[in-house]
């Protein structure tokens, strides 16, 4: 079974940073496009960013674009989301996930594995 393992979440002041890893356990990881999710109490599980296998592709939402990076190291099989001028809006537990393809993807059910998810709460 592939195991995808988030870290590096926390609590940070508004305008902080901080930055995602998602280690990845088995062969699956090669050759799949990567994404990031985030779900916030009461609301839908929604995109954030996706990276293509290779790394050279990536998308983001609207709300994050500019201030977040995804980033990967197919070598570590790790994935990364860096997060800057972090906003209360961003508080979400976050959930790395491996697409069922090599394609960018923005929806849910594109991807087949996901971790279990770090908290990011950001204060005002």
């Known amino acids: 079974q592939v195991q995808l393992v988030e870290s590096g979440g926390g609590l940070v002041q508004a305008g902080g940073s901080l930055r995602l890893s998602c280690v990845a356990s088995g062969r699956t990881f090669s050759g799949v496009a990567m994404g990031w999710f985030r779900q916030a109490p009461g609301k839908e599980r929604e995109f954030v960013t996706t990276?293509?296998?290779?790394?050279?592709?990536?998308a983001y939402a609207d709300s994050v674009k500019g201030r977040f990076t995804i980033s990967r190291d197919n070598a570590k099989n790790t994935v990364y989301l860096q997060m800057n001028n972090l906003k209360p809006e961003d508080t979400a537990v976050y959930y790395c996930?491996?697409?069922?393809?090599?394609?960018?993807?923005?929806?849910?059910?594109?991807?087949?594995?996901w971790g279990q998810g770090t908290q990011v709460t950001v204060s005002s």
């Open positions: 996930a491996a697409s069922r393809g090599d394609r960018l993807a923005l929806a849910r059910a594109s991807y087949a594995y």
């Open positions: 990276i293509g296998w290779i790394g050279g592709s990536t």
